[in-house]
C-alpha cells in the first residue's frame, strides 16, 4: 500500500507570492492533517480535514488556508508569504482516531 | 502550558546499549493518547509506538517499549539494543479525546536528539 504522498518535496518562493502545496493520503484514510515545522517553534499544528470539512484548526493566521477533495486529497494555500514561513510542512493522513501516517514533507523556503 | 514536555534536547548512547528518552504530559482529560515518532534527517515522521490512557499494559513494538506511568504523567521511550540507524530525532506526542468534539490534534514536544555511537 502506497504512503502519504507529499508534492513539490522542495519549494523556494519570494516574500509575498503565494503557495500551493498537495498531500495524497493513504488509500481509504479519510482524515488529513497539516503540520508546520520549523527549529523555532516545533511541530505546531494547522488543521485537520475529514471527509472535505475541517474539522480542526490550528493557531495561524488567515494567509493559511487548506481544503480536501472528494478523494482525501488535500491542498494547503499559502498567501502573502513572509520570511518565517520557510519550513518543513508536514501532511498526516489517518484511518481512524489514532495512528497518523505522515509523509516526507514538503520544505519551503521564503527569500 | 506545555502539554508536552521533553527535557532531553540530545542524548548520546553506545551501539547496543539501551537508552530511555523522556516524556512528561499536562492533561485533564481521561481519556488520551500518546504517540511517539521518530524523525531521521531526511524528515519524515515515522511512528513508533502507541499508548492509550486505558491501556494497563505498556506498549511495545519490537525494540522500542513505553514505560508509562499515569500517575505521574510520563510516557518514556525506551529502546534497547541500539542501532546506528535509530540516530535521528524523536518526538513524544499526545492527543486527548474531549467528549463532545472527540479526538483534538496530535501535540507534540521539541524533541530529543538522539546520537547512537559504535
Known amino acids: 500500500k502506497a504512503g502519504v504522498t507529499q508534492t513539490p518535496r522542495y519549494l523556494i518562493k519570494t516574500r509575498g507570492q503565494q503557495v500551493t502545496l498537495s498531500c495524497s493520503p493513504i488509500?481509504?484514510?479519510?482524515?488529513v492533517s497539516w503540520y508546520q515545522q520549523t527549529p523555532g517553534q516545533g511541530l505546531q499544528f494547522l488543521f485537520e480535514y475529514f471527509s472535505e470539512t475541517q474539522r480542526n484548526k490550528g493557531n495561524f493566521p488567515g494567509r493559511f488556508s487548506g481544503r480536501q477533495f472528494s478523494n482525501s486529497r488535500s491542498e494547503m494555500n499559502v498567501s502573502t508569504l513572509e520570511l518565517g514561513d520557510s519550513a518543513l510542512y508536514l501532511c498526516?493522513?489517518?484511518?481512524?482516531?489514532?495512528?497518523?501516517?505522515f509523509g516526507p514533507g514538503t520544505r519551503l523556503t521564503v527569500l | 502550558a506545555q502539554k508536552i514536555t521533553q527535557t532531553q534536547p540530545g542524548m548520546f548512547v553506545q551501539e547496543k546499549e539501551a537508552v530511555t528518552l523522556d516524556c512528561t504530559y499536562d492533561?485533564?482529560?481521561?481519556?488520551?493518547?500518546l504517540f511517539w515518532y521518530k524523525q531521521p534527517s531526511s524528515g519524515e515522521m515515522i511512528f513508533l509506538i502507541y499508548q492509550g490512557s486505558y491501556d494497563e499494559q505498556n506498549a511495545t513494538e519490537g525494540r522500542y517499549s513505553l514505560n508509562f506511568q499515569k500517575a505521574r504523567k510520563s510516557a518514556n521511550l525506551v529502546i534497547s539494543a541500539s542501532q546506528l540507524g535509530d540516530s535521528a530525532m524523536y518526538f513524544c506526542?499526545?492527543?486527548?479525546?474531549?467528549?463532545?468534539?472527540?479526538?483534538?490534534?496530535?501535540?507534540f514536544g521539541k524533541g530529543t536528539r538522539l546520537s547512537v555511537i559504535a
Open positions: 488509500s481509504g484514510h479519510r482524515s
Open positions: 506526542a499526545m492527543r486527548e479525546q474531549e467528549e463532545n468534539s472527540g479526538n483534538t490534534p496530535l501535540v
Open positions: 498526516a493522513s489517518s484511518l481512524n482516531t489514532d495512528e497518523q501516517f
Open positions: 492533561t485533564s482529560d481521561q481519556s488520551y493518547g
